[in-house]
């Protein structure tokens, strides 16, 4: 499985982005792709993640409302909006996918996902 992150770039507070994780390579039918960031010097953070077939949804109590997740099985493509852009969330933000069955509890996790994209980079200027 290949994963390609794209929509990052520079944007200002207050802006909405919508990152875009592209799926290519064999199918598999449970699982989950999630979003993560990362800023130098710091752990990877988990932001989102969307759970198949079931398509559940799940984000850890820091998001605040703030990030949206979604997919179009059409397209293989799962999404992350970002609205209220803040220069804290400037990072670079990686897809990854897990061809596991899990609980929303697993998905929360870096070990649980096999496949990782390169990442986009998001930067927020005030």
């Known amino acids: 499985v290949q994963l390609q992150a794209s929509g990052g770039g520079l944007v200002q507070a207050g802006d909405s982005l919508r990152l875009s994780c592209a799926a290519s390579?064999?199918?598999?039918?449970?699982?989950?792709v999630g979003w993560f960031r990362q800023v130098p010097g710091k752990e990877r953070e988990f932001l989102a993640t969307?759970?198949?077939?079931?398509?559940?949804?799940v984000y850890p109590d820091t998001v605040q409302g703030r990030f949206s997740i979604s997919g179009d099985n059409a397209k293989r493509t799962v999404y992350l909006q970002i609205d209220s852009l803040k220069p804290e969330d400037t990072a670079r933000y990686y897809c990854?996918?897990?061809?596991?069955?899990?609980?929303?509890?697993?998905?929360?996790?870096?070990?649980?996902?096999?496949?990782w994209g390169q990442g986009t980079q998001v930067t927020v200027s005030s």
């Open positions: 990854a996918a897990s061809d596991v069955r899990g609980d929303p509890y697993y998905y929360r996790k870096l070990m649980s996902y096999r496949y």
């Open positions: 969307v759970a198949w077939p079931s398509g559940n949804v």
């Open positions: 390579g064999r199918t598999f039918n449970t699982g989950a």
